[in-house]
């Protein structure tokens, strides 16, 4: 079963966006890395949260009727637990693995939360921060959420303000949410290669030191 990451794009859209990563990193020494995740934090909360909101009304009507037709009463409080124990754990499961109801429980502070610390955590542990000047930019996004961050290494942040990437950011989140995610993604690349170019132009010598695209 294919994940959200890989489903993110298609065989050709990722060689599309390589291609586009490559083109980029011909007009800059900086190296420029899109990263694609399936989701940033597991969320149980929003699973046990969609659960209950859904398992509640439901357990309410199933009570109402059928406490009336079994002569228990409609508001037996008995059988409204009954029904809701057993409606519960089969829900969660269900909100669990659907993104898209997942996705309508998520807390957005949470999740913003979430998208940073993966974003920063993945930089690390892909080890965008061994470049030689210190100039590698990670493009992540997460796709359940619909989220994305901009990580520039110290020698990019030394020279670039990090708000620059804002328009980015929500140029790509649009994109994504409007289902043109290759598209945007390769817009989004195109763009930090313009603003990298302009303080950390080619160098003769200058070789592909990270991956094209990642990913998990």
């Not at 065989?11 to 599309?16: I, W």
Request: with cysteine; glycine share 6%.
């Amino acid at each position: 079963m294919q994940s959200l990451a890989t489903k993110f794009l298609t065989e050709s859209e990722q060689l599309t966006v390589t291609e586009a990563v490559q083109k980029a990193e011909k007009q800059t020494s900086g190296e420029i890395v899109p990263m694609i995740v399936s989701e940033s934090h597991h969320y149980p909360l929003a699973a046990a949260t969609g659960a209950t909101l859904i398992s509640l009304p439901l357990a309410l009507l199933l009570t109402s009727f059928l406490g009336s037709s079994l002569w228990l009463g409609s508001q037996n409080m008995y059988l409204f637990l009954a029904f809701f124990t057993l409606l519960y754990l089969p829900i969660r499961t269900i909100v669990s693995r659907n993104p898209s109801l997942k996705r309508f429980f998520l807390n957005n502070s949470q999740v913003d939360e979430e998208v940073e610390e993966a974003a920063i955590t993945s930089f690390y542990g892909e080890k965008l921060y061994r470049t030689r000047d210190e100039n590698g930019i990670l493009l992540f996004v997460s796709v359940l959420e619909r989220r994305v961050w901009i990580l520039g290494d110290a020698g990019i942040n030394e020279k670039i303000d990090p708000g620059q990437w804002q328009e980015i950011v929500e140029n790509l989140t649009k994109g994504i949410r409007d289902g043109r995610q290759c598209e945007a993604l390769c817009q989004a690349v195109t763009c930090v290669g313009d603003i990298l170019k302009k303080h950390f132009p080619i160098r003769h010598d200058d070789s592909d030191e990270l991956h094209n695209i990642i990913i998990r």
